[in-house]
């Protein structure tokens, strides 16, 4: 019973820099969710799958975000052009549709220098 | 938009210690409820949840949390705090309308558990 799996756990990246960070949700999972959770803050909606549908992407910060989940399964966030401000942990979560319980995993923090 | 507000950043208790965390939160509708906890380490983890019925809703490990729906709260509680319970609790709502299921978190609250 493997939960949500998020690789790499920690990216240093150059400013500049392109990156992609993976999720794996758990299996069966329709939705899947992506957060930013900056430095003493609560996490923040970034985008929202069902299951390759990307339905929501209200939360993404500039165009330099970029999300898929091509197969309804894995998902890549891909940041182009990493800037400071991005450095941040990255959330990813999945739920089976229409249970609002969302599964967390370990998060990726990437760290713009 | 929704949002959500934790007053208290951080929390000093001792053992034993009975505990309430503030949650107040802003939105037009009705909505679901949910409280998260952050283990040192570890993943978010759903502590309990309010759909509607009894706005008394108890969770894991002790935890419970009331709604008042007209003071739009949802508090934390616990009587008895154990050193265990050091972590970071965040209050989140998702409004109820189904498929739209993306949380709206507060900035989470600090508790450290002295023994």
């Known amino acids: 019973g493997a939960g949500v799996s998020q690789s790499p756990r920690y990216k240093v990246a150059k400013r500049g820099q392109d990156v992609a960070l993976r999720c794996d949700p758990i299996?069966?999972?329709?939705?899947l969710f992506w957060y930013q959770q900056a430095l003493g803050q609560g996490p923040e909606f970034l985008t929202y799958?069902?299951?390759?549908?990307?339905?929501?992407k209200s939360g993404l910060p500039s165009d330099r975000f970029f999300a898929e989940r091509p197969e309804g399964s894995v998902s890549t966030l891909k940041i182009q052009r990493t800037q400071q401000e991005d450095s941040a942990v990255y959330l990813c979560?999945?739920?089976?549709?229409?249970?609002?319980?969302?599964?967390f995993g370990q998060g990726t923090r990437l760290t713009v220098v | 938009a929704q949002s959500v507000s934790q007053h208290n950043h951080h929390v000093i208790l001792s053992e034993a210690a009975s505990l309430e965390l503030g949650c107040n939160y802003s939105?037009?509708?009705?909505?679901?409820l949910f409280w998260y906890v952050q283990y040192p380490g570890q993943h978010l983890q759903l502590l309990l949840k309010y759909f509607s019925g009894d706005p008394l809703v108890k969770g894991i490990k002790g935890f419970e949390a009331e709604f008042i729906k007209s003071k739009f709260s949802f508090n934390l509680r616990k009587p008895s705090v154990q050193w265990s319970d050091t972590a970071e609790y965040f209050c989140a709502v998702t409004p109820s309308n189904f498929g739209n299921e993306k949380l709206t978190f507060g900035t989470g609250t600090r508790l450290t558990i002295i023994p």
């Open positions: 979560a999945s739920s089976p549709l229409g249970n609002t319980e969302a599964f």
């Open positions: 299996s069966g999972h329709v939705s």
């Open positions: 799958f069902q299951n390759e549908a990307q339905l929501d």
């Open positions: 939105y037009g509708g009705t909505v679901n």
